[in-house]
Nanobody, 123 residues
Framework: QVQLVESGGGSVQPGGSLRLSCVVS????????IGWFRQTPGKEREGVAA????????YYASVIRGRFAISQDTAKNTVYLQMNNLKPEDTATYYC????????????????WGQGTQVTVSS
């Protein structure tokens, strides 16, 4: 089992930026694919971005439209989600997840989840 801890959320105005961090520990094979997801109460959890931390491949939801970027610092066992030009519709709890057999942005394929970090975008 993999342990994941998210941080970096907060409140920003539209157009602002945040960088979320996900510190990953545990079983190495399960850490190969790390994804970012978000959820608002009453809505389905949706994928945002994912990366194969060994191959360097990245995957993004089309709704992001180039505003977000996923990256990693292998020395720190940390995966980042850089979020730019934030919009009110980006408001959600953001989760880091691991365990997908193949890297993707479909939340139902992930096994291990962090506790979430809140992102609020409002004027």
């Amino acid at each position: 089992q993999v342990q994941l801890v998210e941080s970096g959320g907060g409140s920003v105005q539209p157009g602002g930026s945040l960088r979320l961090s996900c510190v990953v520990s545990g079983n190495t094979p399960s850490r190969n694919c790390i994804g970012w997801f978000r959820q608002t109460p009453g809505k389905e959890r949706e994928g945002v971005a994912a990366t194969n931390t060994r191959a360097g491949s990245t995957y993004y939801a089309s709704v992001i439209r180039g505003r977000f970027a996923i990256s990693q610092d292998t020395a720190k066992n940390t995966v980042y989600l850089q979020m730019n030009n934030l919009k009110p519709e980006d408001t959600a709890t953001y989760y880091c997840a691991a365990g997908a057999q193949t890297c993707n942005i479909y939340p139902e394929t992930y096994n291990d989840w962090g506790q979430g970090t809140q992102v609020t975008v409002s004027s």
